[in-house]
């Protein structure tokens, strides 16, 4: 399968953990040859989300810098009228489902790798 779903808040997890997760799974996915994962880390409603969410946005920047991942796409741009998102969309079907399409969620993060 080329899409995956990370969910960094699943266990509650401290932003160090969480990042930690991240670390690991994105390897592993990169490994698998996984083209696109959906990362849910919450905003900050609720506890730590907001803390893992700015990690995340920081470590996506330096990571595209290093041409780690190609690109990322904020839960607000995961739309089909942001023009990078229709490019995704446009190689990878499976996307179609994701239940966060097209509802601005400021709480998901879609990395492509």
Known sequence: MDYR???????????QQAMAVFEINISTYRLE???????????????????ICS??????????????????????????SNERCIRILENLKDCYGDEDLGKQNPGITIVIL
């Open 5 to 15: 779903i990370l969910n960094l808040k699943e266990f509650s997890p401290t932003t």
């Open 33 to 51: 040859g996984v083209k696109v994962v959906k990362v849910i880390h919450g905003y900050g409603s609720h506890g730590v989300g907001g803390g």
């Open 55 to 80: 990690s995340l946005r920081n470590k996506l920047k330096t990571m595209k810098k290093n041409r780690e991942i190609k690109d990322y796409l904020l839960g607000i741009e995961w739309d089909i």
